[in-house]
């Protein structure tokens, strides 16, 4: 991994704002993950940064709130045996948690009327149900 990681669209945060951490990794491997550092924690300061657009920054602070440990957001990776293979996981994950979070809001819903023709039929449809199981019922046919 290695260049600025692209958000979205020309927004991408250089490489110099990213801390890796490396670390030896659980799971399959045998010997050789008793000995690699294969488990990769990708670390974005996300309150100090000046990359991102200052509403971006503003609603992604809002967003992952939840996530941040002193403005800083954390990912980590180790389900691949390869270092390499982890980093590229922890840096799509985080451009894809970023991307996500600086998204804009879903425009409201405009609320709007039902059509007076598609009530109607709704009501016909109905009543003719009602009346098909009303003629179900009833004696007589002895």
Do not use: C, Y
Not at 10 to 18: F, G, I, N
Request: proline share 6%; charged share 30%.
């Amino acid at each position: 991994m290695s260049g600025p990681l692209v958000i979205r669209g020309s927004v991408s945060v250089p490489e110099a704002e990213l801390q890796w951490r490396f670390s030896r990794s659980s799971g399959p491997g045998g010997q050789h993950v008793n000995t690699t550092d294969s488990q990769v924690e990708l670390r974005f300061d996300l309150a100090a940064t000046e990359a991102l657009p200052e509403v971006w920054k503003r609603r992604a602070l809002e967003r992952l709130a939840g996530r941040l440990t002193g403005g800083v957001i954390a990912v980590r990776a180790s389900e691949h045996r390869s270092q390499w293979r982890n980093r590229e996981t922890a840096a799509t994950r985080l451009a894809a948690l970023l991307a996500e979070a600086t998204a804009p809001p879903p425009k409201a819903r405009r609320a709007t009327k039902i059509p007076r023709g598609i009530n109607e039929r709704r009501l016909r449809v109905k009543k003719q149900r009602s009346q098909t199981k009303r003629g179900r019922s009833g004696g007589g046919w002895e």
